[in-house]
């Protein structure tokens, strides 16, 4: 079994930086997808980013690119979410998923989820 646990939220004024991170404990992978999700209250979960095991491959929604950077440091077992310049509209609840394999964009792909860290993003 692998336990994520998120770390960084908080309250930020529009235009600010917050980083996200997740650690892994547990049983050890470095073969799958580790990836960001978010929540806000009424809304379904969305992809926000995903990134391949190595690094090399990764996923970004539409309404982030250019703002948020996501990478992983397998030695570590550990993934960030770098977020700048944000908006009131990314405040929700971000969640830390992994994958045994592969990588995916949706959360039935996941295996793994994190508790989540709340982000809100004052105007």
């Known amino acids: 079994q692998v336990k994520l646990v998120e770390a960084g939220g908080g309250l930020v004024q529009a235009g600010g930086s917050l980083r996200l991170s997740c650690s892994a404990s547990?049983?050890?992978?470095?073969?799958?997808?580790m990836a960001w999700f978010r929540q806000a209250p009424g809304k379904e979960r969305d992809i926000v980013t995903a990134i391949n095991w190595n690094g090399v491959g990764r996923y970004y929604a539409d309404f982030v690119k250019g703002r948020f950077t996501i990478f992983r440091d397998n030695a570590k077992n550990m993934v960030y979410l770098q977020m700048n310049s944000l908006k009131p509209d990314d405040s929700a609840v971000y969640y830390c998923a992994a994958m045994e394999i592969g990588l995916g964009t949706t959360p039935s792909e996941y295996d793994y989820w994190g508790q989540g860290t709340q982000v809100t993003v004052s105007s």
């Open positions: 547990g049983r050890t992978f470095s073969g799958g997808a």
